[in-house]
Nanobody
């Protein structure tokens, strides 16, 4: 059974940083691309970032590029999202997500996924 469990969210002031983690189990993590997707209050899902299975290729939403960094540790079956210079508009529930396909290009820019974590709340406010 595929399980994705996010952690690391919280309340942070504008300009602050947070590191989100997603612990994966129930599949061969190292063979799959992964994504982070967020949902702000009252809004739809928004793709944030994707990473290929080996961690060598990444993509980002334009508004987070240069501030967020996606990474993974395949030995620990864990996906990360380092978020720096946070802004109030980054406030959202953040989800890690996986498709049935392992192919990286199927993840980039997409919000339709087969498997989701429970989400972790990120609130950026003074």
């Amino acid at each position: 059974e595929v399980q994705l469990v996010e952690s690391g969210g919280g309340l942070v002031q504008p300009g602050g940083s947070l590191r989100l983690s997603c612990a994966a189990s129930g599949f061969t993590f190292s063979t799959y691309a992964m994504s982070w997707v967020r949902q702000a209050p009252g809004k739809g899902l928004e793709w944030v970032s994707s990473i290929n299975n080996g961690g060598s290729t990444t993509s980002y939403l334009a508004s987070v590029k240069g501030r967020f960094t996606i990474s993974r540790d395949n030995a620990k079956n864990t996906l990360y999202l380092q978020m720096n210079s946070l802004k109030p508009e980054d406030t959202a529930v953040y989800y890690c997500a996986k498709k049935e396909t392992p192919a990286y290009l199927a993840y980039v820019g997409k919000t339709e996924y087969r498997y989701w974590g429970q989400g972790t709340q990120v609130t950026v406010s003074s």
